[in-house]
């Protein structure tokens, strides 16, 4: 065929109108493009690592930092588990100091006092005082007289057989660098307890219990949190 005329008849289908027929296999061409392309990026997405999860820091809780090589905490809600924890506690410090050769200051003790175990976070005085609706809110009473305590029992070593502590004291816990978060949520609970079965002004009791604390505790603002946020921090978790 000339070249002339193969030209013309080529320039001729070129300005032809596209058929449906056509437009339909152009369609389904690219879409198989598109479809194959979404599923490379699919693909190399699931390959991709996700980005690590790390907890927000918030200054409040700063207090929770301390050197340290060792860090746990003891989560407690009852008068049982506070004192179960009183012993676990004493037991980590001697063991790490027998058998790893650690100080007390390597280590980083926390022992969490909320719900019914909050008021054992409260000094003799408070329990002299308001002993009675204390011990009724918290749903315990003195083995020995089974009636109110009129003291901190984790404090006194005339209970050593009769309570879960095993005579192991709070303040024997403290000489040995161990702390105590009293939850604040819980606290105002035992005011308005209080009040209600004594009489008096629930914000002043309030107050009046977050100044007598027992030795090392600090007043946190809520137990439950502090026990999530000793954990974002490396504190080892023990429910007692």
Known sequence: MPLAKSRKRYLRRAMEPVTKKQQ?????????LALAGATAALAQDKTRPAAAWSPARHGTDDWLERPSQHRIVFDTTTFEGAGVANVFATNFVRVNGTDYGLKERDLAVLIVL????????????????????????????????QGAPKVNLYNSKDHADTLENRGVTFDALVKQGVTFAVCSL?????AAAIAKSMGGNVDAINQEL?????????MVT??????????????TLVTA
């Open 210 to 218: 977050v100044a007598n604390l027992i030795a090392n505790a600090r």
């Open 222 to 235: 809520a137990g439950i949190v502090v026990v999530s946020r000793a954990q974002e921090r490396g504190y």
């Open 186 to 190: 819980a606290t105002r609970v035992y």
């Open 24 to 32: 339909r296999r152009t369609f389904v061409g690219l879409s198989s």
């Open 114 to 145: 909320r719900h019914r175990s909050t008021p054992l976070g409260y000094n003799d005085a408070m329990w002299a005082k308001y002993g009675a609706p204390m011990a009724a809110q918290a749903r315990f009473s003195d083995p020995k007289t």
